[in-house]
């Protein structure tokens, strides 16, 4: 959800006024770990059909994923929309590890949301990153039960902790384009009145 929290936000922030360049103002501290822990996700999703090692060793992957993120997020612990974000992504962590390591996902959420099209490759368990919720399954209130269906263009299931995430996201960015903007004013009215 945050692709989709961050092109809110600019649409948000567009017709508020607010100035895209704003976003290159916000001050992330080491962007590498949040870059790192990105591109890992991003591999364990696409190439775990590839490469059998990712999904022997998907729990420690996506450990260490989390663990940059964590370590990422700590740094940045001063900026209030980051705790924002820091509370997904612990919501996030607890159930995945609550549950060996794999987000899990609702059967029914996918097909509310129409993604019909993702079960048999999860059910057939073949995601890194995504197993089936079950009636095992622990702390089922934080998996992916959520579901933003049809007409929204990109419906999905989703958790608790990735709304918090995108809230986090949207605020984050919307904040920045808004600021530029009274930052931008508030120079122009002291040049006018000195």
Same mark, same amino acid.
């Given at each position: %959800?945050?692709?989709? $929290?961050?092109?809110? /936000?600019?649409?948000?922030?567009?017709?508020?006024? &607010?100035?895209? !360049?704003?976003?290159?103002?916000?001050?992330?501290?080491?962007? $590498?770990?949040?870059?790192?822990?990105?591109?890992?996700?991003?591999? %364990?999703?696409?190439?775990?059909?590839?490469?059998?090692?990712? %999904?022997?060793?998907? !729990?420690?992957?996506?450990?260490? @994923?989390?663990?940059?993120?964590?370590?990422?997020?700590?740094?940045?612990?001063?900026?209030?929309?980051?705790?924002?974000? /820091?509370? &997904?992504?612990? #919501?996030?962590?607890? @159930?995945?590890?609550?549950?060996?390591?794999?987000?899990?996902? $609702?059967?029914?959420? #996918?097909?509310?949301?129409?993604?019909?099209?993702?079960?048999?490759? #999860? +059910?057939?368990?073949?995601?890194?990153?995504?197993? @089936?919720?079950? $009636? /095992?399954?622990?702390?089922?209130?934080?998996?992916?039960?959520?579901?933003?269906?049809?007409?929204?263009?990109?419906?999905?299931?989703?958790?608790?902790?990735?709304?918090?995430?995108?809230?986090?996201?949207?605020?984050? @960015?919307?904040?920045? %384009?808004?600021?530029?903007?009274?930052?931008?004013? &508030?120079?122009?009215?002291?040049? +006018?009145? /000195?």
């Amino acid at each position: %959800m945050i692709f989709d $929290s961050l092109g809110a /936000s600019l649409i948000y922030g567009t017709l508020r006024r &607010g100035k895209i !360049s704003g976003i290159a103002d916000i001050d992330i501290k080491k962007p $590498s770990l949040f870059i790192t822990a990105f591109a890992l996700e991003f591999g %364990m999703l696409n190439l775990a059909n590839k490469f059998h090692a990712i %999904m022997e060793y998907r !729990s420690y992957i996506h450990f260490f @994923v989390y663990l940059l993120l964590f370590i990422g997020l700590w740094y940045n612990k001063d900026n209030r929309y980051f705790r924002i974000i /820091s509370v &997904g992504v612990l #919501l996030n962590f607890i @159930v995945i590890f609550a549950n060996g390591g794999r987000m899990p996902v $609702s059967i029914d959420a #996918l097909k509310a949301a129409g993604l019909n099209n993702l079960i048999p490759e #999860l +059910q057939a368990n073949k995601i890194a990153t995504h197993q @089936v919720l079950t $009636s /095992s399954t622990r702390l089922k209130f934080l998996a992916d039960v959520l579901v933003l269906p049809k007409p929204y263009p990109l419906p999905k299931a989703f958790s608790i902790g990735d709304f918090i995430m995108a809230t986090g996201t949207f605020l984050l @960015v919307t904040n920045a %384009m808004l600021k530029k903007v009274k930052n931008h004013d &508030g120079t122009r009215a002291k040049e +006018q009145n /000195s």
